[in-house]
Nanobody, 129 residues
């Protein structure tokens, strides 16, 4: 069992930045592909970004492309989501998810939440104007 823990959420204003972190309690994430998802109140959970095991392959959803960047530091066992130029519509509970995955496989097909085996509890991001 992989227990994922997100952190870094907060209350910010439009145009601000946040960096979310995802770690696996008691183990390293280096063998797992990781995705970020978000869910706003009364809306479906939606894909944000995914990253392969080595960090060389990434894929970002259209609404966040150019503003959000997924990355990872395997030496520290952390996956990040850097969020710049935040907008009120980015307000949501943000989750990280993980699965074992070949590093040579594309990550564009990791945009579906049923592709993942492990999930964190989420960290809240609120962008208010």
């Amino acid at each position: 069992q992989v227990q994922l823990v997100e952190s870094g959420g907060g209350l910010v204003q439009p145009g601000d930045s946040l960096r979310l972190s995802c770690v696996a309690a008691g183990r390293t994430l280096s063998n797992y592909a990781v995705g970020w998802f978000r869910q706003a109140p009364e809306k479906e959970r939606e894909f944000v970004a995914a990253i392969g095991r080595s960090g060389g392959n990434t894929y970002h959803a259209g609404p966040v492309t150019g503003r959000f960047t997924i990355s990872r530091d395997n030496a520290r066992g952390v996956v990040f989501l850097q969020m710049n130029n935040l907008k009120p519509e980015d307000t949501a509970l943000y989750f990280c998810a993980a699965r074992l995955y070949s590093d040579s496989a594309p990550v564009w097909n990791l945009s579906l939440d049923n592709e993942y085996d492990y999930w964190g509890q989420g960290t809240q991001v609120t962008v208010y104007s």
